[in-house]
Protein backbone atom coordinates (compact mmCIF):
# COMPACT_ATOMS: atom_id res chain seq x y z
CA UNK A 1 0.00 0.00 0.00
CA UNK A 2 1.49 3.54 -1.11
CA UNK A 3 0.17 4.63 2.58
CA UNK A 4 2.45 2.31 4.14
CA UNK A 5 5.18 3.07 2.07
CA UNK A 6 5.44 6.62 2.42
CA UNK A 7 4.98 6.68 5.61
CA UNK A 8 7.54 3.76 6.30
CA UNK A 9 10.14 6.25 4.23
CA UNK A 10 9.51 9.13 6.63
CA UNK A 11 9.49 6.91 10.05
CA UNK A 12 12.91 5.64 9.25
CA UNK A 13 14.44 9.26 8.18
CA UNK A 14 12.55 11.30 10.83
CA UNK A 15 11.75 9.08 13.86
CA UNK A 16 15.18 9.57 15.92
CA UNK A 17 15.39 13.18 14.69
CA UNK A 18 11.67 13.70 16.02
CA UNK A 19 13.16 11.62 19.35
CA UNK A 20 16.22 14.03 19.79
CA UNK A 21 13.78 16.69 19.88
CA UNK A 22 11.89 15.46 22.15
CA UNK A 23 14.57 14.97 24.57
CA UNK A 24 15.76 18.01 24.52
CA UNK A 25 12.48 19.01 25.57
CA UNK A 26 11.76 17.05 27.87
CA UNK A 27 15.37 15.91 29.11
CA UNK A 28 14.42 11.98 29.65
CA UNK A 29 15.32 9.28 26.94
CA UNK A 30 12.33 7.45 27.85
CA UNK A 31 9.54 10.22 27.99
CA UNK A 32 11.00 11.39 24.53
CA UNK A 33 10.43 8.02 22.74
CA UNK A 34 6.75 8.19 24.00
CA UNK A 35 6.10 11.36 23.06
CA UNK A 36 7.78 10.24 19.55
CA UNK A 37 6.33 7.30 18.98
CA UNK A 38 2.67 9.38 19.96
CA UNK A 39 3.26 11.77 17.13
CA UNK A 40 3.97 9.20 14.55
CA UNK A 41 1.27 7.51 15.73
CA UNK A 42 -1.30 10.95 15.41
CA UNK A 43 0.80 11.54 12.26
CA UNK A 44 -0.03 7.59 10.68
CA UNK A 45 -3.94 8.15 11.32
CA UNK A 46 -3.54 11.40 9.68
CA UNK A 47 -1.24 10.43 6.70
CA UNK A 48 -3.25 10.69 3.58
CA UNK A 49 -4.15 14.62 4.78
CA UNK A 50 -0.85 15.00 5.12
CA UNK A 51 1.46 16.70 2.41
CA UNK A 52 5.10 15.03 2.33
CA UNK A 53 6.38 18.70 2.42
CA UNK A 54 5.19 19.43 5.58
CA UNK A 55 5.45 16.35 7.72
CA UNK A 56 7.91 17.03 9.54
CA UNK A 57 6.68 20.05 10.77
CA UNK A 58 3.85 18.62 11.78
CA UNK A 59 4.92 15.58 13.66
CA UNK A 60 7.36 18.67 15.54
CA UNK A 61 4.17 20.21 16.12
CA UNK A 62 2.72 17.13 17.43
CA UNK A 63 5.70 16.40 19.66
CA UNK A 64 5.90 20.03 21.38
CA UNK A 65 2.34 20.32 21.80
CA UNK A 66 1.94 16.81 23.56
CA UNK A 67 4.95 17.92 25.44
CA UNK A 68 3.05 20.56 26.66
CA UNK A 69 0.04 18.91 27.64
CA UNK A 70 1.81 16.96 29.50
CA UNK A 71 3.57 19.46 31.74
CA UNK A 72 0.37 21.21 32.41
CA UNK A 73 -0.97 17.76 33.59
CA UNK A 74 1.57 17.61 35.87
CA UNK A 75 4.08 14.43 34.31
CA UNK A 76 6.74 16.26 35.66
CA UNK A 77 5.70 16.38 39.23
CA UNK A 78 4.16 13.13 38.99
CA UNK A 79 7.20 11.26 40.75
CA UNK A 80 8.12 14.16 43.73
CA UNK A 81 10.22 13.07 46.63
CA UNK A 82 8.44 10.20 47.74
CA UNK A 83 9.36 7.78 44.93
CA UNK A 84 12.28 5.92 43.99
CA UNK A 85 13.94 6.78 40.60
CA UNK A 86 12.49 3.90 38.30
CA UNK A 87 14.86 4.61 35.28
CA UNK A 88 18.48 5.63 34.63
CA UNK A 89 19.88 8.87 35.37
CA UNK A 90 21.71 10.66 32.53
CA UNK A 91 25.40 11.61 32.61
CA UNK A 92 27.54 13.92 35.16
CA UNK A 93 28.04 17.64 34.15
CA UNK A 94 31.47 16.98 32.82
CA UNK A 95 29.44 15.97 29.84
CA UNK A 96 28.63 18.92 27.99
CA UNK A 97 25.30 17.30 26.60
CA UNK A 98 24.34 16.70 29.99
CA UNK A 99 25.03 20.05 31.38
CA UNK A 100 22.78 22.19 28.32
CA UNK A 101 20.12 19.22 29.03
CA UNK A 102 20.13 19.93 32.53
CA UNK A 103 20.05 23.64 32.09
CA UNK A 104 17.35 23.17 29.46
CA UNK A 105 15.43 21.09 32.16
CA UNK A 106 15.63 24.95 34.57
CA UNK A 107 13.36 27.01 32.02
CA UNK A 108 9.87 26.75 32.30
CA UNK A 109 8.28 24.07 29.43
CA UNK A 110 6.58 27.17 27.48
CA UNK A 111 9.83 28.71 27.90
CA UNK A 112 11.70 25.85 26.81
CA UNK A 113 9.35 24.76 23.50
CA UNK A 114 9.84 28.61 21.93
CA UNK A 115 14.28 28.42 22.55
CA UNK A 116 13.96 24.70 21.23
CA UNK A 117 11.87 25.74 18.19
CA UNK A 118 13.58 29.01 17.80
CA UNK A 119 17.49 28.05 17.89
CA UNK A 120 17.34 23.90 17.70
CA UNK A 121 15.11 23.95 15.06
CA UNK A 122 15.87 27.60 13.36
CA UNK A 123 12.18 29.05 13.14
CA UNK A 124 11.32 32.39 12.82
CA UNK A 125 9.04 34.42 15.55
CA UNK A 126 6.07 33.49 13.15
CA UNK A 127 6.32 29.89 12.22
CA UNK A 128 6.94 29.36 16.49
CA UNK A 129 4.50 31.64 17.38
CA UNK A 130 2.00 29.18 14.75
CA UNK A 131 3.55 25.85 16.15
CA UNK A 132 3.11 26.85 19.59
CA UNK A 133 -0.06 28.00 19.32
CA UNK A 134 -0.04 31.85 20.35
CA UNK A 135 1.24 35.46 19.17
CA UNK A 136 4.66 36.42 17.68
CA UNK A 137 4.68 38.98 20.65
CA UNK A 138 4.31 35.80 23.60
CA UNK A 139 6.98 34.23 21.44
CA UNK A 140 8.88 37.04 22.03
CA UNK A 141 8.54 37.38 25.56
CA UNK A 142 9.19 33.76 26.10
CA UNK A 143 12.03 33.52 23.92
CA UNK A 144 13.76 36.18 25.84
CA UNK A 145 12.77 34.85 29.69
CA UNK A 146 13.76 31.53 28.66
CA UNK A 147 17.21 32.82 27.23
CA UNK A 148 17.55 34.36 30.92
CA UNK A 149 17.16 31.44 32.99
CA UNK A 150 18.95 29.49 30.15
CA UNK A 151 21.96 31.85 30.88
CA UNK A 152 21.62 31.56 34.78
CA UNK A 153 21.25 27.82 34.77
CA UNK A 154 24.37 27.53 32.91
CA UNK A 155 25.98 29.31 35.82
CA UNK A 156 28.97 30.91 33.78
CA UNK A 157 29.07 34.52 31.93
CA UNK A 158 27.90 33.50 27.97
CA UNK A 159 27.07 35.43 25.25
CA UNK A 160 24.00 35.97 23.42
CA UNK A 161 23.62 37.11 20.05
CA UNK A 162 20.20 39.13 21.13
CA UNK A 163 22.53 40.34 24.42
CA UNK B 1 30.51 30.61 24.34
CA UNK B 2 27.12 31.87 22.80
CA UNK B 3 24.09 30.39 24.23
CA UNK B 4 22.50 30.04 21.46
CA UNK B 5 25.32 28.21 19.00
CA UNK B 6 24.82 26.02 22.36
CA UNK B 7 20.88 25.27 21.66
CA UNK B 8 21.92 24.67 17.99
CA UNK B 9 23.81 21.52 18.49
CA UNK B 10 21.08 20.75 21.01
CA UNK B 11 20.22 17.53 18.83
CA UNK B 12 23.26 16.26 18.03
CA UNK B 13 23.78 14.22 21.60
CA UNK B 14 24.51 11.02 21.94
CA UNK B 15 21.46 8.92 21.98
CA UNK B 16 20.37 5.52 23.29
CA UNK B 17 19.25 3.53 20.85
CA UNK B 18 15.61 4.05 19.35
CA UNK B 19 13.37 0.92 20.85
CA UNK B 20 10.26 2.44 18.67
CA UNK B 21 9.37 0.17 15.61
CA UNK B 22 8.11 0.71 12.48
CA UNK B 23 5.59 -2.18 12.78
CA UNK B 24 4.78 -0.60 16.35
CA UNK B 25 3.74 2.69 14.96
CA UNK B 26 1.72 1.08 12.05
CA UNK B 27 -0.45 -1.13 14.79
CA UNK B 28 -1.18 1.54 16.88
CA UNK B 29 -1.88 4.17 13.99
CA UNK B 30 -4.48 1.33 12.39
CA UNK B 31 -6.12 1.44 15.79
CA UNK B 32 -6.58 4.92 16.63
CA UNK B 33 -8.43 5.56 12.47
CA UNK B 34 -10.37 2.11 13.38
CA UNK B 35 -11.34 4.17 17.19
CA UNK B 36 -11.87 7.16 15.14
CA UNK B 37 -14.01 5.60 12.47
CA UNK B 38 -15.47 3.24 15.35
CA UNK B 39 -16.26 6.12 17.53
CA UNK B 40 -18.16 8.50 14.73
CA UNK B 41 -20.22 5.58 13.64
CA UNK B 42 -21.10 5.10 17.61
CA UNK B 43 -22.08 9.12 17.62
CA UNK B 44 -24.14 8.97 15.21
CA UNK B 45 -26.26 5.29 16.25
CA UNK B 46 -26.22 7.37 19.79
CA UNK B 47 -28.00 10.48 18.91
CA UNK B 48 -30.26 8.73 16.79
CA UNK B 49 -31.09 6.61 19.96
CA UNK B 50 -31.22 9.22 22.02
CA UNK B 51 -33.71 11.67 19.97
CA UNK B 52 -36.22 8.18 19.98
CA UNK B 53 -35.63 7.83 23.91
CA UNK B 54 -35.63 11.80 24.33
CA UNK B 55 -39.05 11.86 22.26
CA UNK B 56 -40.27 9.24 24.24
CA UNK B 57 -39.63 10.06 27.79
CA UNK B 58 -40.08 13.97 27.08
CA UNK B 59 -43.51 14.09 29.17
CA UNK B 60 -42.46 12.53 31.92
CA UNK B 61 -40.94 14.35 35.14
CA UNK B 62 -37.32 13.98 35.15
CA UNK B 63 -35.72 12.24 38.10
CA UNK B 64 -34.01 14.57 40.80
CA UNK B 65 -30.77 15.41 39.68
CA UNK B 66 -27.68 13.94 41.73
CA UNK B 67 -26.18 15.98 43.93
CA UNK B 68 -22.65 17.39 42.36
CA UNK B 69 -20.67 17.99 44.94
CA UNK B 70 -21.07 14.03 46.30
CA UNK B 71 -18.89 11.62 44.62
CA UNK B 72 -20.64 8.70 42.97
CA UNK B 73 -20.71 6.01 45.36
CA UNK B 74 -21.13 3.10 42.37
CA UNK B 75 -23.81 0.35 42.53
CA UNK B 76 -25.52 -0.09 45.29
CA UNK B 77 -24.61 -3.58 45.97
CA UNK B 78 -20.84 -2.68 46.18
CA UNK B 79 -19.26 -3.31 49.98
CA UNK B 80 -16.30 -1.05 50.61
CA UNK B 81 -14.95 -3.15 53.53
CA UNK B 82 -13.59 0.12 54.78
CA UNK B 83 -15.49 2.39 56.92
CA UNK B 84 -13.77 5.62 56.87
CA UNK B 85 -16.15 8.00 55.30
CA UNK B 86 -14.37 9.80 52.11
CA UNK B 87 -13.76 13.45 52.34
CA UNK B 88 -16.61 15.67 51.83
CA UNK B 89 -15.52 17.42 48.29
CA UNK B 90 -16.27 17.24 44.90
CA UNK B 91 -13.95 14.81 42.55
CA UNK B 92 -11.82 15.71 40.31
CA UNK B 93 -12.70 15.30 36.69
CA UNK B 94 -10.36 12.59 34.82
CA UNK B 95 -8.07 13.95 31.58
CA UNK B 96 -7.69 10.52 30.10
CA UNK B 97 -7.17 7.03 31.20
CA UNK B 98 -3.80 4.63 32.22
CA UNK B 99 -2.08 3.58 29.44
CA UNK B 100 1.26 2.30 29.97
CA UNK B 101 4.04 3.24 27.55
CA UNK B 102 5.45 1.38 24.93
CA UNK B 103 8.96 1.20 26.47
CA UNK B 104 8.10 -0.49 30.01
CA UNK B 105 4.89 -2.03 29.41
CA UNK B 106 3.03 -4.90 31.61
CA UNK B 107 4.30 -8.48 31.21
CA UNK B 108 2.58 -10.22 28.95
CA UNK B 109 -0.64 -11.58 29.90
CA UNK B 110 -1.02 -9.32 32.29
CA UNK B 111 -3.97 -6.77 31.77
CA UNK B 112 -3.56 -3.38 31.23
CA UNK B 113 -6.14 -1.63 34.08
CA UNK B 114 -7.73 1.38 32.46
CA UNK B 115 -7.83 3.44 35.79
CA UNK B 116 -8.90 7.32 35.71
CA UNK B 117 -5.92 9.70 35.39
CA UNK B 118 -6.35 12.66 37.45
CA UNK B 119 -4.02 15.94 37.61
CA UNK B 120 -1.58 15.90 40.86
CA UNK B 121 -2.03 18.92 42.87
CA UNK B 122 0.96 20.94 44.29
CA UNK B 123 0.82 21.63 47.67
CA UNK B 124 -0.25 25.18 49.29
CA UNK B 125 1.70 24.99 52.23
CA UNK B 126 5.19 24.48 52.50
CA UNK B 127 6.80 21.74 54.73
CA UNK B 128 8.45 22.81 57.76
CA UNK B 129 10.95 19.41 57.03
CA UNK B 130 10.11 18.02 53.75
CA UNK B 131 9.13 14.28 53.63
CA UNK B 132 12.11 11.89 53.04
CA UNK B 133 14.02 14.26 55.53
CA UNK B 134 13.37 13.21 58.93
CA UNK B 135 15.54 10.41 60.20
CA UNK B 136 13.89 7.94 62.08
CA UNK B 137 15.72 6.26 64.71
CA UNK B 138 16.21 2.35 65.21
CA UNK B 139 13.56 2.16 67.69
CA UNK B 140 10.78 3.87 65.93
CA UNK B 141 11.49 1.84 62.83
CA UNK B 142 11.80 -1.13 64.66
CA UNK B 143 8.34 -0.71 66.78
CA UNK B 144 6.97 0.24 63.05
CA UNK B 145 7.66 -3.06 61.64
CA UNK B 146 6.33 -4.52 64.83
CA UNK B 147 3.19 -2.80 64.73
CA UNK B 148 2.99 -3.87 61.07
CA UNK B 149 3.35 -7.58 62.37
CA UNK B 150 0.86 -7.21 64.68
CA UNK B 151 -2.02 -5.53 62.24
CA UNK B 152 -1.68 -8.26 59.49
CA UNK B 153 -0.99 -11.32 60.89
CA UNK B 154 -2.31 -12.91 57.65
CA UNK B 155 0.72 -11.56 55.89
CA UNK B 156 4.76 -12.55 56.05
CA UNK B 157 6.48 -8.96 57.18
CA UNK B 158 10.11 -8.77 56.29
CA UNK B 159 13.25 -7.44 58.24
CA UNK B 160 14.06 -4.07 57.11
CA UNK B 161 14.89 -3.58 53.06
CA UNK B 162 18.38 -2.15 52.82
CA UNK B 163 18.83 1.28 51.44
CA UNK B 164 21.82 3.00 50.50
CA UNK B 165 23.54 5.14 52.26
CA UNK B 166 24.51 7.50 49.44
CA UNK B 167 20.70 8.12 49.41
CA UNK B 168 19.46 11.57 50.79
CA UNK B 169 15.84 10.10 50.95
CA UNK B 170 15.29 8.71 54.42
CA UNK B 171 12.47 5.19 53.54
CA UNK B 172 12.36 2.54 55.44
CA UNK B 173 10.77 -0.27 53.45
CA UNK B 174 9.76 -3.69 54.49
CA UNK B 175 8.57 -6.80 51.71
CA UNK B 176 4.96 -8.54 52.07
CA UNK B 177 4.64 -11.13 51.17
CA UNK B 178 1.33 -13.43 50.92
CA UNK B 179 0.21 -16.28 48.26
CA UNK B 180 0.12 -14.04 45.65
CA UNK B 181 3.69 -12.47 45.48
CA UNK B 182 5.59 -9.97 47.07
CA UNK B 183 4.65 -6.51 47.29
CA UNK B 184 6.40 -3.74 49.98
CA UNK B 185 5.38 -0.78 52.51
CA UNK B 186 7.76 2.03 52.62
CA UNK B 187 7.57 4.82 55.46
CA UNK B 188 8.81 8.30 55.12
CA UNK B 189 8.27 10.98 57.51
CA UNK B 190 8.24 14.73 57.87
CA UNK B 191 7.56 17.81 60.20
CA UNK B 192 4.71 20.25 59.21
CA UNK B 193 4.22 23.78 60.82
CA UNK B 194 0.28 24.17 60.97
CA UNK B 195 -2.54 21.85 62.15
CA UNK B 196 -3.18 18.50 61.01
CA UNK B 197 -6.21 19.82 59.38
CA UNK B 198 -4.49 22.16 56.81
CA UNK B 199 -1.95 19.92 56.08
CA UNK B 200 -4.38 16.79 55.17
CA UNK B 201 -6.36 19.22 52.99
CA UNK B 202 -3.33 20.20 51.76
CA UNK B 203 -2.69 17.11 50.65
CA UNK B 204 -6.20 16.38 48.99
CA UNK B 205 -4.80 16.03 45.35
CA UNK B 206 -1.09 15.30 45.52
CA UNK B 207 -1.22 11.75 44.72
CA UNK B 208 -3.11 11.77 41.43
CA UNK B 209 -6.56 10.75 43.07
CA UNK B 210 -9.62 11.55 41.05
CA UNK B 211 -12.25 10.65 44.25
CA UNK B 212 -11.93 12.54 47.26
CA UNK B 213 -9.63 10.18 49.95
CA UNK B 214 -10.77 8.23 52.53
CA UNK B 215 -10.27 9.63 56.20
CA UNK B 216 -10.74 9.26 59.67
CA UNK B 217 -9.90 11.70 62.93
CA UNK B 218 -8.28 9.65 65.95
CA UNK B 219 -9.17 10.95 69.58
CA UNK B 220 -5.96 12.84 70.01
CA UNK B 221 -6.75 15.05 66.62
CA UNK B 222 -4.54 12.14 64.50
CA UNK B 223 -5.55 12.79 60.77
CA UNK B 224 -5.19 9.62 58.44
CA UNK B 225 -5.93 9.88 54.84
CA UNK B 226 -6.00 6.86 52.85
CA UNK B 227 -5.56 7.64 48.85
CA UNK B 228 -6.98 5.85 45.67
CA UNK B 229 -4.62 3.50 43.89
CA UNK B 230 -3.11 5.05 41.13
CA UNK B 231 -0.77 2.99 38.28
CA UNK B 232 2.68 4.34 37.09
CA UNK B 233 5.49 3.58 35.08
CA UNK B 234 7.34 1.03 34.76
CA UNK B 235 5.25 -2.51 33.92
CA UNK B 236 2.08 -0.65 35.02
CA UNK B 237 3.48 -0.35 38.77
CA UNK B 238 0.55 -0.19 41.72
CA UNK B 239 0.73 2.23 44.45
CA UNK B 240 -1.37 3.81 46.79
CA UNK B 241 -0.68 6.54 50.02
CA UNK B 242 -1.52 6.63 53.29
CA UNK B 243 -0.73 10.05 55.26
CA UNK B 244 -0.87 10.54 58.84
CA UNK B 245 -0.94 14.09 60.06
CA UNK B 246 0.20 13.79 64.03
CA UNK B 247 -0.88 17.12 66.30
CA UNK B 248 2.52 17.37 67.45
CA UNK B 249 3.77 18.19 63.54
CA UNK B 250 4.88 14.70 62.38
CA UNK B 251 4.20 13.41 59.05
CA UNK B 252 4.26 10.00 58.18
CA UNK B 253 3.56 8.73 54.37
CA UNK B 254 3.26 5.36 53.97
CA UNK B 255 3.16 4.17 50.38
CA UNK B 256 1.80 0.39 49.49
CA UNK B 257 3.38 -1.01 46.34
CA UNK B 258 3.11 -4.24 44.11
CA UNK B 259 6.94 -4.75 43.71
CA UNK B 260 9.23 -5.81 46.56
CA UNK B 261 12.65 -5.79 47.04
CA UNK B 262 13.71 -8.13 44.77
CA UNK B 263 12.12 -6.24 42.13
CA UNK B 264 15.02 -3.40 42.56
CA UNK B 265 18.43 -3.31 42.12
CA UNK B 266 20.93 -0.46 42.68
CA UNK B 267 21.49 1.97 39.90
CA UNK B 268 24.41 3.04 38.51
CA UNK B 269 24.24 6.57 39.98
CA UNK B 270 25.07 5.71 44.14
CA UNK B 271 22.31 6.39 46.36
CA UNK B 272 19.24 5.60 43.82
CA UNK B 273 17.62 2.04 42.37
CA UNK B 274 16.54 0.87 39.59
CA UNK B 275 13.39 -1.26 38.71
CA UNK B 276 14.19 -4.45 37.10
CA UNK B 277 10.98 -6.68 38.08
CA UNK B 278 7.01 -6.04 37.01
CA UNK B 279 6.28 -7.06 40.88
CA UNK B 280 3.38 -8.83 41.42
CA UNK B 281 -0.10 -8.83 39.48
CA UNK B 282 -2.59 -6.49 42.71
CA UNK B 283 -1.06 -4.87 45.46
CA UNK B 284 -0.05 -7.44 49.04
CA UNK B 285 -3.14 -5.34 51.43
CA UNK B 286 -7.01 -4.81 50.50
CA UNK B 287 -7.70 -1.34 51.51
CA UNK B 288 -9.15 -2.26 54.81
CA UNK B 289 -5.79 -4.15 55.92
CA UNK B 290 -3.72 -1.07 54.32
CA UNK B 291 -5.85 0.74 56.59
CA UNK B 292 -5.05 -0.93 60.03
CA UNK B 293 -1.27 0.34 59.54
CA UNK B 294 -2.27 4.38 59.59
CA UNK B 295 -4.01 4.65 63.29
CA UNK B 296 -1.61 2.09 64.11
CA UNK B 297 1.70 3.94 63.18
CA UNK B 298 -0.34 6.98 64.10
CA UNK B 299 0.57 5.56 67.80
CA UNK B 300 4.11 4.66 67.87
CA UNK B 301 6.12 7.12 69.49
Not at chain 2, 10 to 33: H, N, Y
Not at chain 2, 66 to 71: E, F, H, I, L, V
Request: aromatic content about 8%; overall charge neutral.
Amino acid sequence: MRRDEEFSEFFTSRFDWARRTAYALCGDWSEAEELAQNAFVKAYAKWPGIRRETAEGYVRTIVTRLFLDSRRRGRGREHPVADLPEHGVGGGFSDPDARLNAALQQVAPKQRAALVLRFVHDLSIEQTAAELGCSAGNVKSQTARGLATLREAYGEPVNSESA
Amino acid sequence: MNIEDELRGALDVSAPPPTTTLDVVMKRGRRRVFAHRAGAMLGVAVVVVGIGIGAATLNQAAPPPRQADRPDAGPATVQHALTWPRVDTPPQKPYGTWSPASTAPPPAGRPVLPMPRCSIGQPKWAMKVYLGSVQLDDGFVQKWIGTVREQLPEVRVSELSPRSDKSAFLEYAVDLTDSGGTGSVRLVAGRFAGTPLEYADDNLWTSGDCDPPYRTTLPDGTIVQLHSVRAAEPFQTLLQVMEVFRPDGLMLRLELANYGSKDLRPAAQEGYWERIGPGRVNLPLTEEQFSRLGPAIAGVA
